[in-house]
């Protein structure tokens, strides 16, 4: 016997995906492929973006009892 209770199936799982919406299909010709050099410089901007530290908002030193 399984472990888990019947109550906790979630249902959803059991019925598929509703089809793709048509305007997920591309229509018309295809994109050009990507020549050498732009392929190298997605790379370079790809590795770029991942070790760059993103900004973050400055946190308040007032607890959330004081800021109200």
């Known amino acids: 016997m399984s472990s888990t209770p019947q109550d ?3 249902l959803a ?3 598929p995906e ?7 299909h ?3 010709p295809k994109a050009p492929p ?3 050099e732009q ?3 997605n790379c370079e901007l790809l590795l770029l973006a ?3 530290n ?12 004081e800021a109200s």
């Open 50 to 52: 991942q070790h760059t």
């Open 34 to 36: 990507l020549t050498p």
């Open 13 to 15: 799982l059991a019925y």
């Open 54 to 65: 993103r900004p973050r908002s400055p946190r308040t030193t007032k607890t959330l009892a």
């Open 18 to 24: 509703p089809p793709a919406s048509p305007l997920w």
């Open 39 to 41: 392929q190298r410089r």
């Open 26 to 28: 591309r229509t018309g």
């Open 8 to 10: 906790d199936i979630d």
